[in-house]
């Protein structure tokens, strides 16, 4: 069965900081990979999805994320972040399966100070 | 072009009741999907309708069902309310079954007492 693992709960950092948020995946078939982004009180918004092709993905915002097969790994980057970025981000993966049904893991909490 | 709407946004139940929350899609999407959000946690998948059919389901209980209606909005039914169902629950739609860009709602908020 798939499952998404984030192994931070939270991760502070100073503004234009670079950072990494972790996610580590497993699955025995072929996934789709997204980030998705969670403010106070708000839905999910995607923040980028890897389908196929390059390994490499990015978001209009400045986060980057890189695809690794052999790790099963997809994390999530930026190269400096602003305190508009402190929000929850969520890791997922969908099996390309009958329902492609989105499995979250459970959440790391970016908090970038001043 | 309208988003993911949800209705209620707050909603308080006694153990034991029923429960009805809606979804209505974006337009020109045929995929809506149901997630419960408990606190501190990420969201786990309920089930998912395409064109009206169910073609997935989480592992929840009977107890939570759906429905998909014509123009592709849809309900989440919970009977019997418990206090582990408080949470928020989220909608999302997509263009088509695969997911690849999905919109969730803000979510409805409910608290079982």
């Known amino acids: 069965a798939q499952s998404v693992t984030q192994l931070d709960s939270q991760v502070p950092v100073f503004e234009e900081a670079p950072v990494e948020l972790r996610c580590n995946y497993s699955?025995?078939?072929?996934?789709?990979l997204f980030w998705y982004v969670q403010y106070p009180n708000q839905g999910l918004q995607l923040l980028l999805k890897?389908?196929?092709?390059?390994?490499l993905v990015e978001s209009i915002n400045g986060f980057e994320a890189e695809f690794n097969k052999s790790q099963t790994s997809f994390h999530l980057r930026k190269p400096s972040v602003h305190i508009s970025d402190t929000a929850e981000y969520f890791c997922?993966?969908?099996?390309?399966?009958?329902?492609?049904?989105?499995?979250f893991g459970s959440g790391t909490r970016l908090l970038v100070r001043p | 072009e309208t988003g993911v709407t949800q209705s209620p946004t707050h909603l308080i139940k006694t153990r034991g009741q029923q429960v009805t929350l809606r979804c209505s899609s974006q337009s020109g999407h045929n995929t809506v999907s149901w997630y419960q959000q408990a606190l501190g946690q990420g969201p786990q998948f309920i089930f998912q309708y395409y064109r009206e059919e169910k073609n997935g389901r989480g592992n929840f209980p009977p107890r939570f069902s759906g429905l998909q209606f014509p123009n592709y909005s849809s309900e989440l039914n919970v009977n019997a309310l418990e206090l582990d169902d408080s949470a928020l629950y989220l909608c999302a739609s997509s263009l088509d079954r695969t997911n690849t860009e999905a919109f969730f709602g803000q979510g409805t908020r409910l608290t079982v007492v």
């Open positions: 890897y389908l196929s092709g390059s390994t």
């Open positions: 997922a993966v969908s099996e390309m399966d009958s329902s492609y049904k989105l499995i």
């Open positions: 699955s025995s078939v072929s996934v789709y």
